[in-house]
Each structure stands twice: as C-alpha cells, then as structure tokens.
C-alpha cells in the first residue's frame, strides 16, 4: 500500500516501516515503528545491528542475545516454512525492500 501524502518538510515522528526478508523463494516481513528527526532515506537505511525487539512480523523473527544471532521462519508462496537462524549481517543480506508505509507526526 503506498502513502497518498509525504511531506519533505516533516521535522519529527514516526515512520512506519516495512522490511522484506527473502531467500530464495522463501519471504517474510517485519513492521516497524521509527521515530525522531528523520526522514526519507535516512529512515531506509535499516540495519538488523540496531535493533533486538520487532513487536510486528509475519516470520517469527526473534533476536537471542545469548547467541548474538537471530531466528525466523520465511515462508514460500505454498506456505512451506523455511527456518533460518543467522548474524546480523546474514540478516543484512536477506533484506530485498525497505518501505516506508506511513509517517506521523508526533504530537508534544
């Protein structure tokens, strides 16, 4: 779903964001909520290094930090799982799309 509006000008909120994780013909999705004063391809540059909690994502996707690595299911279009258990800079490599779904502006 794309945004009707995206104002260049915004100062400080949050972003909704959609990150895509695929491999091979296996995907799943994280949502998450950045906030502060950032905008457009600032907000894109996601990297699994910053974060350790997705509260929203239709592949399981956890961080252990008793092993430093993180788990998830993908899933293909047949919804046979695929179970994955890398680095953050496996991580890194499997993310194909970073979109930005909505922004808010944040109310003081």
Do not use: W
């Not at 930090?65 to 047949?78: A, M, P, Q």
């Amino acid at each position: 779903m794309m945004m009707k509006k995206y104002d260049p000008n915004i100062k400080n909120g949050i972003h909704t964001v959609k990150i895509t994780l695929q491999l091979f013909d296996y995907v799943g999705h994280i949502i998450n909520k950045i906030g502060g004063n950032c905008k457009g391809k600032t907000i894109l540059d996601y990297d699994f290094e910053c974060e350790c909690e997705f509260p929203d994502n239709d592949c399981e996707l956890e961080y252990h930090e008793d092993g430093d690595y993180f788990s998830c299911v993908l899933r293909n279009e047949k919804g046979d799982p695929l179970e994955c258990e890398n680095d953050a800079q496996e991580m890194n490599n499997m993310i194909v799309a970073v979109e930005i779904l909505d922004y808010q502006e944040k109310v003081d």
